[in-house]
């Protein structure tokens, strides 16, 4: 989770910081491909990364004395080729999509980064398969992820409203406690913006940027805390 925050973070701020600290507003296209992979990359991949931190959770509190047995290090190893290489393979395709797009009108981005749908934007062809790929299938991979996440928190909670202890209740509740808060600062912000772009036309540009921003610093910048 921190090497995908680190991604994120750094393939977008470092360039928006670049444009208000040093002028820098250009940026070359395979750059603007490659920052956009990153970000969309890095954004699929954390979904799935708290996905598996979500099982993870569910085998600590339902399984606590075989937890170790189950989840061995060759087990996370596998885990994380197994959430690494889909998201690398979904996220892969809007590259191409961009690359055979002739771009004939203003080749400004109202933008702190480039993403994949306001690249999109600015080119003379068809976009809709851009428009449907780059917002369908995302959407539908971090959705799944999210209801997966909430099967795996119903069936935790239960086992946790079982437990005889009161403390050992809070304790669990505890243990899960903070993986909620970040499943909620990076899914709530995240939603927003995607939805906003897709269906806000009457959403200003400026808000549009902002909102985009902020699920792009303040998941990483909180999760280590």
Partial sequence: ?????????????????????????????P???????????????????????AFDRYVA??????????????TIIKI?????????????????????LTFCRTRIIPHTYCEHIGV?????????INIWYGFCVPIMTVISDVILI??????????????????????????CGSHVCVILMFYTPAFFSTLAHRFGRNISHTFHAMFANLYIV????????
Wanted: charged share 10%; aromatic share 10%.
């Fill in 1 to 29: 989770l921190a090497m995908t925050d680190l991604i994120l973070s750094t393939a977008g701020v470092s360039k928006t910081l670049s444009i208000f600290w040093l002028g820098i507003q250009e940026i070359t296209f």
């Fill in 31 to 53: 750059g603007c491909l490659t920052q956009m992979f990153f970000l969309h990359f890095s954004f699929v991949l954390d979904s799935a990364i708290l996905m598996a931190m």
């Fill in 61 to 74: 509190i339902c399984s606590p004395l075989i937890y170790t047995t189950i989840l061995t290090p060759k």
């Fill in 80 to 100: 994380a080729v197994g959430v690494s290489f889909p998201s690398f393979c979904i996220i892969l395709p809007n590259v191409f999509l961009l690359t055979h």
């Fill in 120 to 128: 999109a934007r600015l080119a003379c062809a068809d976009i809709s």
């Fill in 150 to 175: 909430a099967v795996s928190y119903t069936i935790t909670l239960c086992t946790v409203f079982r437990l005889p202890s009161q403390d050992a209740r809070w304790k669990a509740l505890g243990t």
């Fill in 218 to 225: 303040i998941p990483p910048a909180l999760n280590p805390i």
